[in-house]
């Protein structure tokens, strides 16, 4: 399907459709409610919405949604389990604590977001089986559309199988120009599952390198919306996120420019080790 503005929608393999620019909630150093950001969101377009426990926001993120006075059928809305919360009954209770703070009665999307916190290491596929048949049951209720992952790698989701009786729906990985892993990607797609790219604009560590400034000048673009365009290209949903007004509108103006696939390739090779993803096994969180 041609993509042709911000509401247009991925199908995941159950059938639910996905809006295929997600606006990030990270906020990092930021300070200050997100409110504001995520209302502008909204009222620019966007339809989905990528949150986590962890972010400390979803409060905000939940009254952005309210205060946009769209219909919350109309959105996509996604959060994730926190590290401390794997297994059975903590899974549950982080789910209600997540509904609560956002404000909804049901989320679009839940994943488990790290495969191996520090907290679980010595038990880490045990504990994500149990979360999962939490996630399964919740999905069983219909208090969530599609269940996934993020930052799994082909082991966790190996051993994630053993138990699952529902295939996880999405993997949720970094990927932007300077890291661009194909292993990575081919380990979840070949599982029928749908790519999110978080971080898709590597946080402007690549915007100055050649084949993204040569892609902009061509296409009269800023390297900002090379990459969310790079990102769709490759079937993926970019999940940017702005504070500024200005640049969540600018991120979304992608619609009308395709990237030939000489640029594809050269943006493909853009490398930048120094930034890429943690290995999930070893970081300490
Ligand atoms: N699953 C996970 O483990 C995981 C990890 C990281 C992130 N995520 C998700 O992915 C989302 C996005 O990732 P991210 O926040 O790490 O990075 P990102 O979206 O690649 O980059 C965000 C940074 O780029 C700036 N920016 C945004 N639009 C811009 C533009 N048009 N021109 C220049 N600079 C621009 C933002 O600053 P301003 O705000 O000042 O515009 C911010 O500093 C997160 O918010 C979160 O929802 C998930």
Redesign the pocket.
């Known amino acids: 399907m041609k993509l042709t503005k911000l509401a247009d929608s991925f199908t995941l393999s159950n059938g639910v459709g996905i809006p295929c620019i997600?606006?990030?909630?990270?906020?990092?150093k930021?300070s200050g409610s997100f409110t504001a950001?995520v209302k502008a969101a909204i009222d620019a377009g966007y339809r989905h919405i990528?949150?986590?426990a962890r972010?400390g926001n979803e409060a905000d993120v939940g009254r952005g949604i309210l205060e946009s006075g769209i219909a919350r059928e109309e959105l996509f809305v996604t959060s994730?389990l926190i590290n401390g919360m794997h297994g059975y009954k903590n899974t549950h209770a982080a789910f209600k604590e997540t509904l609560a703070d956002l404000g909804l009665s049901y989320l679009d999307l839940y994943?488990i977001?790290?495969p191996n916190p520090i907290k679980f290491r010595n038990d880490w596929a045990k504990a994500n089986a149990e979360s999962w048949r939490a996630f399964e049951e919740i999905y069983a209720d219909g208090k969530i559309r599609a269940i996934g992952v993020?930052?799994f790698r082909a082991h966790h989701l190996n051993a994630l199988a053993e138990t699952a009786k529902v295939a996880p729906l999405v993997n949720?990985?970094?990927l932007?120009p300077g890291e661009y892993r194909q292993e990575i990607i081919e380990e979840s797609t070949t599982r029928g599952m749908l790519i999110e790219a978080?971080?898709?604009?590597?946080?402007?560590a690549t915007?100055t390198r050649d084949a993204l400034k040569k892609a902009a000048a061509a296409h009269g673009k800023?390297?900002?919306?090379i990459?969310i365009r790079w990102c769709l290209q490759h079937g993926c949903i970019p999940?940017?996120?702005?504070?500024?007004a200005e640049?969540?509108k600018?991120?979304a103006d992608v619609f009308d420019f395709e990237l030939s696939a000489e640029e594809m390739t050269a943006i493909n090779a853009i490398e930048d080790r120094e930034n890429w993803?943690k290995d999930p096994d070893t970081i300490d969180f």
């Not at 997600?22 to 990092?28: A, D, E, L």
């Open positions: 997600g606006f990030g909630t990270f906020m990092g930021d950001a990528d949150a986590a972010y994730k994943l977001h790290w993020s930052n949720q990985i970094r932007c978080y971080s898709p604009l590597a946080r402007g915007f800023t390297p900002a919306q990459c999940l940017p996120k702005s504070s500024s640049r969540v600018e991120n993803s």
